[in-house]
């Protein structure tokens, strides 16, 4: 991966590529954002550049992620009593070569592991721990590149923690994590935090046009619904008959949360929905919420008459957009996002995926009348 791969975030590069031309590395640093925002292949290029410095060669072996001196951990799964990343390397240079701004969850169905805990062991910093005692096989630097630092254990940062207080010469560690709210603030006092924003728009959208076929219109509704991530982009891209199964199972879901008012029997119907949705695999769930919540942001400018701003509406199957759209406002919005959000909270943190969606399905028949 190097610079011009990297879609957008021209500030970010920049102030980078100044910090090794001026000799000012910080030898820990957090790279925090979600995956589609760029957070590997930024590292990956950073890595890639530190270590080109010192060897014409460098750039290649990086780029293929097997340069020697460059080492990885991210998150496994407990397998024969191990839990190393080294025995999942393969697999995940596999995935980050063939789309190196997947996410946790993509990782997981990867591994087809959606059913298993994947995690950063204690064991894991040991073996870390070992390697880089070890001299460096080029002469020169060597970085500890840590996918999804916030996924470590508290044994693990415990560990982790004494490596970076006291950690070897010439050694560079680069972590990233969607958010802080899981690393030690200890760890976090330790490394210095580099913040990824969303990708904007315009950089989205050309690097759509340049590589897909699609439409301006469909360019435009994915660059609208994928907000600033380009793992999402990629996805929507892709996908053919998503749109159509989540449109069917939105309108299943407020019609039925509309007619439990009157007929209390349609909680029945709310909890075959909600066990339909729970029997897909974790990452598609979370797109349907992602779904959910845009369709209600929009129903709300729907609503307040920002149609310039709708580039997207449910007409399929007698659905009655503006009829629905009424129903949105101000009174009740922030409490159907922050139901969203909090089902989405508990599906990343392996809640039961049929209690959390029959919980959310029936809260929207509360909140939808709401006035």
Not at 126 to 147: A, R, Y
Not at 318 to 332: C, D, K, L, T
């Amino acid at each position: 991966m190097n610079w011009e791969n990297i879609v957008g975030q021209a500030y970010l590069k920049k102030l980078l590529q100044e910090s090794i031309s001026e000799n000012r590395i910080s030898h820990a640093q957090l790279f925090v954002g979600k995956e589609g925002y760029g957070t590997f292949p930024m590292v990956l290029a950073y890595a890639r550049e530190i270590l080109s410095q010192e060897n014409d060669h460098a750039a290649s072996k990086v780029e293929h992620l097997n340069h020697l001196d460059l080492h990885f951990s991210f998150p496994v799964f407990t397998d024969n009593k191990n839990s190393l990343s080294k025995n999942k390397f393969d697999e995940f240079r596999e995935m980050m070569m063939a789309s190196p701004y997947a996410s946790y969850d993509d990782w997981t169905t990867f591994l087809e592991s959606e059913n298993k805990q994947l995690f950063i062991s204690a064991d894991e910093i040991d073996d870390q721990n070992q390697k880089f005692s070890l001299k460096s096989f080029e002469g020169g630097t060597k970085i500890l590149i840590v996918w999804r630092a916030d996924k470590m254990n508290v044994a693990a940062s415990n560990k982790f923690l004494k490596f970076l207080e006291e950690p070897p010469a010439k050694t560079v560690i680069l972590l990233t994590a969607e958010n802080t709210n899981d690393i030690l603030p200890t760890i976090l006092s330790r490394t210095q935090i580099v913040e990824l924003t969303r990708i904007n728009d315009e950089d989205l959208t050309l690097y759509l046009k340049k590589n897909s076929s699609a439409s301006d219109d469909k360019i435009k509704e994915i660059v609208h619904e994928a907000q600033g991530d380009l793992n999402d982009a990629i996805k929507l891209l892709k996908s053919t008959n998503k749109n159509e199964e989540f449109e069917r199972l939105f309108v299943q879901w407020v019609r039925d949360a509309f007619m439990v008012k009157k007929k209390p029997e349609f909680l029945k119907s709310i909890i075959f929905w909600a066990r339909e949705i729970a029997g897909w695999n974790r990452e598609k769930q979370k797109n349907f919420l992602n779904y959910s919540s845009e369709i209600f942001r929009l129903a709300l400018l729907q609503n307040y008459q920002s149609t310039d701003l709708v580039y997207k509406k449910i007409n399929a199957n007698g659905f009655n957009w503006v009829g629905f759209s009424q129903f949105i406002s101000g009174a009740n919005i922030e409490n159907i996002l922050e139901e969203i959000n909090t089902a989405d909270l508990h599906l990343t943190r392996n809640g039961n995926p049929k209690i959390v969606w029959t919980d959310l399905g029936i809260k929207l028949s509360r909140y939808i009348h709401k006035s």
